[in-house]
């Protein structure tokens, strides 16, 4: 009996101990899904943004891996696991999951989103040798960005979540902490007012090229920014991306530099060609420098929070203020002192540069030059951005910037500027070689960094997908899924036409036309008119090909709804087609006027009045790149008439005069509908029917009083309140 009673005793407690390790199992089991659920929220909120109630579906884990970023996605009917390094990484794999099986496809232009009812089997793992996906160009918060909202940001960082960028560029709502902190050292408003730009053109301000410029800055626009770089960088954070934030460089403003005459401050030339009010840079010897940069951080902290990633850029196409006795010494005490600004206000925080100076001006920064310049900071405290290298050789030039960390990119866009363009197999062979390259240094990053967005959206696809991919699928391949999840379907008929889009536009690695002959404008049509178009030698790629590939979609168009993407894409290379025959006709009708062959020129003219007034039309099918909606945001983001007169002259004149007596104007041309109509066409209208005139008179021709009259037809187009 007492053995009974004992192995009844020992049963139950058997018993109880098994439900005690059950119930413990449990409790781990549900305090580690938790723990999962709360670390990858960020990532599951741009999933469920994205498609709704079917990221429930979703399970996420943030694993550890010190090494390299990677992910790993399994999917079944009803589930789909996805283990990877940071939230960035699992948003960059469930949009390569939903990319592959064609359901999604997310670009700036819109959206294709057609899930299946069950998932396909699949299974994928990727790894990236590159810690930072890099993005954003400083030039780009005036380009594209000075009228966005928070929900039109917040569209962005999902945009770069979900391709896997987490080292972004954000340096909106900064004018905050500059003015707080320059009048703490006895700037006055009215003298800010006189300082600071407005807002599109505070890129260039803030990198010391220019100042005043098309101001003031109203105060409305600087608290709107300071709100939204809050809510920004706490997303960002949220997702573990690194943002990349301000610091002092050492400009200041031109009151703080005449209050100050006992410090050791520069006055620079005129940047660009001349034209613009001069700024002032501060010797780094100076104590003043530290305080001020010290100080700065500080504000910043306090406004935004911590920071480990902070960018400095002295000298962006300014050639520094050295003696040439001690340059070397000089350029060495400028960039110690940046570093060790930055580092004793922020410890162990890095300091970001933009490479493009060192390309821009190879003629100062010779090895000897840029090796001196980085040679007083710790090699893994700073980080070199190398971006111009579908121009230039920088990293290669340079030795890899002697053992500095580094990050290899593309500009690829300039000015918001929108030409067909891209280089697919060049970005992939680039990509190749570099990673086997055993000159590389220490290489730690990749990416694109362009000036403006919102184009060549399959350009921006290709390139994030190669830091994962790493060179190893064919762009064929590649091309055929993008196309897929794009479009819904791609018929072999689809497919050719697109592999001659990649022969003929997407074989371009930098659109030339567009800074020819000291003129800016993405086309001829696009530049102020001049009789020396007719020296053009013509524009890149192959039209024939575009023609071909053109011929085909168009035929292929009938099997596919007018909203989808691949209308869109139709009207983009046509739009591009038609504006290169442009190009040819306009220098056929100069050189026919100019032989006073009026019939063969107003044959021509009224050829490309058509063909322009035609693309304008065309371009009814892009209802974000036009004018008017580039016009409207602009006015939306002003609280009175007063502001929003001030940034509708602002948006007209960054796209057409920008500024200064150099060669800016038509830098930032756009193939946007009512740019044909209403600022393109009427410019040449009124050079070539003068010219016309002079044939009919048989007078000379004075191109430079035409010129002017023009110029002066633009300033008045800037300052109507014409919203075409």
């Given at each position: 009996?007492?053995?009974?009673?004992?192995?009844?005793?020992?049963?139950?407690?058997?018993?109880?101990?098994?439900?005690?390790?059950?119930?413990?199992l449990f409790f781990l089991q549900s305090n580690t899904f938790a723990q999962n659920t709360a670390n990858t929220k960020s990532a599951l909120d741009v999933i469920e943004r994205l498609i709704g109630n079917r990221a429930k579906q979703f399970d996420l884990h943030i694993i550890e891996n010190q090494n390299q970023d990677l992910f790993e996605v399994t999917a079944t009917e009803n589930k789909v696991i996805i283990n990877?390094?940071?939230?960035?990484?699992?948003?960059?794999?469930?949009?390569?999951?939903?990319?592959?099986?064609?359901?999604?496809?997310?670009?700036?232009?819109?959206?294709?989103?057609?899930?299946?009812?069950?998932?396909?089997?699949?299974?994928?793992?990727?790894?990236?040798?590159?810690?930072?996906?890099?993005?954003?160009?400083?030039?780009?918060?005036?380009?594209?960005?000075?009228?966005?909202?928070?929900?039109?940001?917040?569209?962005?960082?999902?945009?770069?979540?979900?391709?896997?960028?987490?080292?972004?560029?954000?340096?909106?709502?900064?004018?905050?902490?500059?003015?707080?902190?320059?009048?703490?050292?006895?700037?006055?408003?009215?003298?800010?007012?006189?300082?600071?730009?407005?807002?599109?053109?505070?890129?260039?301000?803030?990198?010391?090229?220019?100042?005043?410029?098309?101001?003031?800055?109203?105060?409305?626009?600087?608290?709107?920014?300071?709100?939204?770089?809050?809510?920004?960088?706490?997303?960002?954070?949220?997702?573990?991306?690194?943002?990349?934030?301000?610091?002092?460089?050492?400009?200041?403003?031109?009151?703080?530099?005449?209050?100050?005459?006992?410090?050791?401050?520069?006055?620079?030339?005129?940047?660009?060609?001349?034209?613009?009010?001069?700024?002032?840079?501060?010797?780094?010897?100076?104590?003043?420098?530290?305080?001020?940069?010290?100080?700065?951080?500080?504000?910043?902290?306090?406004?935004?929070?911590?920071?480990?990633?902070?960018?400095?850029?002295?000298?962006?196409?300014?050639?520094?203020?050295?003696?040439?006795?001690?340059?070397?010494?000089?350029?060495?005490?400028?960039?110690?002192?940046?570093?060790?600004?930055?580092?004793?206000?922020?410890?162990?925080?890095?300091?970001?540069?933009?490479?493009?100076?060192?390309?821009?001006?190879?003629?100062?920064?010779?090895?000897?030059?840029?090796?001196?310049?980085?040679?007083?900071?710790?090699?893994?405290?700073?980080?070199?951005?190398?971006?111009?290298?579908?121009?230039?050789?920088?990293?290669?030039?340079?030795?890899?910037?002697?053992?500095?960390?580094?990050?290899?990119?593309?500009?690829?866009?300039?000015?918001?500027?929108?030409?067909?363009?891209?280089?697919?197999?060049?970005?992939?062979?680039?990509?190749?070689?570099?990673?086997?390259?055993?000159?590389?240094?220490?290489?730690?990053?990749?990416?694109?960094?362009?000036?403006?967005?919102?184009?060549?959206?399959?350009v921006y696809e290709y390139i994030y997908d190669l830091p994962w991919r790493q060179g190893k699928e064919p762009v064929n391949e590649w091309l055929k899924k993008h196309l897929d999840a794009r479009y819904g379907k791609t018929t072999n008929a689809v497919l050719q036409g697109w592999q001659l889009l990649t022969e003929s536009v997407y074989s371009t690695k930098y659109w030339e036309t567009r800074w020819w002959n000291?003129?800016?404008?993405?086309?001829?049509?696009?530049?102020?008119?001049?009789?020396?178009?007719?020296?053009?030698?013509?524009?890149?790629?192959?039209?024939?090909?575009?023609?071909?590939?053109?011929?085909?979609?168009?035929?292929?168009?009938?099997?596919?709804?007018?909203?989808?993407?691949?209308?869109?894409?139709?009207?983009?290379?046509?739009?591009?087609?038609?504006?290169?025959?442009?190009?040819?006709?306009?220098?056929?009708?100069?050189?026919?006027?100019?032989?006073?062959?009026?019939?063969?020129?107003?044959?021509?003219?009224?050829?490309?009045?058509k063909q322009a007034l035609d693309i304008d039309k065309m371009m009814s099918g892009q209802p974000l790149n036009s004018l008017n909606n580039w016009l409207k945001s602009a006015s939306a983001y002003g609280t009175t008439p007063a502001e929003s007169k001030l940034y509708v002259k602002n948006a007209k004149t960054l796209i057409t005069l920008w500024g200064g007596e150099g060669h800016l104007n038509d830098y930032a041309?756009?193939?946007?509908?009512?740019?044909?109509?209403?600022?393109?066409?009427?410019?040449?209208?009124?050079?070539?029917?003068?010219?016309?005139?002079?044939?009919?008179?048989?007078?000379?021709?004075?191109?430079?009083?035409?010129?002017?009259?023009?110029?002066?037809?633009?300033?008045?187009?800037?300052?109507?309140?014409?919203?075409?």
């Amino acid at each position: 009996m007492k053995s009974e009673c004992f192995e009844i005793k020992n049963y139950n407690s058997l018993i109880n101990n098994g439900i005690l390790f059950f119930l413990l199992l449990f409790f781990l089991q549900s305090n580690t899904f938790a723990q999962n659920t709360a670390n990858t929220k960020s990532a599951l909120d741009v999933i469920e943004r994205l498609i709704g109630n079917r990221a429930k579906q979703f399970d996420l884990h943030i694993i550890e891996n010190q090494n390299q970023d990677l992910f790993e996605v399994t999917a079944t009917e009803n589930k789909v696991i996805i283990n990877a390094t940071s939230n960035t990484s699992i948003c960059y794999a469930a949009y390569t999951f939903l990319k592959d099986i064609g359901a999604v496809s997310v670009s700036w232009e819109g959206k294709r989103i057609n899930l299946p009812k069950t998932w396909p089997a699949y299974s994928k793992k990727l790894t990236t040798p590159f810690k930072y996906r890099k993005y954003l160009n400083a030039c780009t918060f005036g380009y594209t960005t000075p009228w966005w909202d928070w929900k039109r940001w917040e569209q962005e960082i999902d945009w770069m979540a979900l391709h896997g960028i987490n080292l972004p560029t954000a340096l909106e709502g900064q004018e905050a902490v500059w003015q707080e902190l320059w009048k703490a050292y006895g700037v006055t408003d009215i003298q800010l007012q006189a300082h600071f730009t407005g807002p599109a053109f505070l890129p260039w301000q803030r990198m010391g090229n220019i100042n005043s410029l098309d101001g003031p800055l109203p105060q409305e626009w600087m608290d709107k920014k300071k709100d939204i770089q809050k809510k920004l960088l706490q997303r960002m954070r949220d997702l573990g991306m690194h943002p990349v934030v301000p610091a002092f460089s050492g400009y200041v403003p031109k009151a703080f530099a005449e209050s100050h005459p006992n410090s050791k401050i520069s006055e620079l030339k005129s940047w660009s060609g001349g034209g613009f009010e001069s700024t002032y840079l501060l010797d780094p010897n100076d104590p003043l420098f530290k305080e001020i940069g010290k100080r700065f951080i500080e504000i910043y902290t306090h406004t935004y929070g911590p920071s480990d990633f902070y960018l400095a850029d002295s000298f962006n196409e300014i050639t520094p203020p050295v003696s040439e006795e001690h340059k070397y010494e000089e350029l060495a005490d400028y960039g110690k002192t940046i570093f060790e600004t930055i580092n004793e206000a922020s410890p162990k925080a890095t300091w970001v540069m933009q490479g493009w100076l060192f390309g821009d001006n190879k003629e100062f920064w010779t090895k000897e030059a840029t090796n001196a310049f980085l040679s007083k900071v710790p090699n893994d405290r700073m980080i070199v951005q190398d971006y111009a290298n579908d121009r230039y050789k920088v990293w290669e030039n340079q030795e890899a910037f002697y053992g500095k960390q580094w990050s290899y990119g593309y500009v690829h866009n300039y000015g918001g500027s929108n030409p067909v363009y891209g280089d697919l197999n060049f970005y992939k062979n680039e990509l190749t070689g570099l990673l086997q390259n055993p000159k590389k240094g220490n290489l730690v990053g990749y990416g694109v960094m362009p000036e403006g967005l919102n184009n060549n959206s399959i350009v921006y696809e290709y390139i994030y997908d190669l830091p994962w991919r790493q060179g190893k699928e064919p762009v064929n391949e590649w091309l055929k899924k993008h196309l897929d999840a794009r479009y819904g379907k791609t018929t072999n008929a689809v497919l050719q036409g697109w592999q001659l889009l990649t022969e003929s536009v997407y074989s371009t690695k930098y659109w030339e036309t567009r800074w020819w002959n000291d003129w800016a404008g993405a086309y001829l049509f696009f530049k102020r008119p001049t009789l020396k178009v007719t020296e053009f030698k013509g524009n890149p790629g192959d039209k024939e090909k575009l023609k071909q590939a053109l011929d085909i979609l168009n035929k292929e168009a009938k099997n596919y709804d007018k909203k989808n993407l691949y209308n869109y894409d139709l009207i983009d290379a046509s739009r591009h087609f038609y504006s290169l025959c442009i190009d040819e006709m306009l220098m056929e009708c100069v050189k026919a006027y100019e032989r006073k062959d009026l019939k063969k020129g107003d044959e021509l003219f009224g050829k490309i009045e058509k063909q322009a007034l035609d693309i304008d039309k065309m371009m009814s099918g892009q209802p974000l790149n036009s004018l008017n909606n580039w016009l409207k945001s602009a006015s939306a983001y002003g609280t009175t008439p007063a502001e929003s007169k001030l940034y509708v002259k602002n948006a007209k004149t960054l796209i057409t005069l920008w500024g200064g007596e150099g060669h800016l104007n038509d830098y930032a041309s756009r193939s946007w509908k009512g740019m044909y109509k209403d600022f393109y066409w009427p410019r040449w209208r009124m050079f070539l029917q003068a010219q016309r005139e002079s044939a009919i008179k048989n007078t000379s021709f004075d191109e430079e009083k035409v010129r002017a009259s023009i110029k002066n037809w633009e300033e008045k187009w800037c300052e109507s309140n014409e919203m075409y």
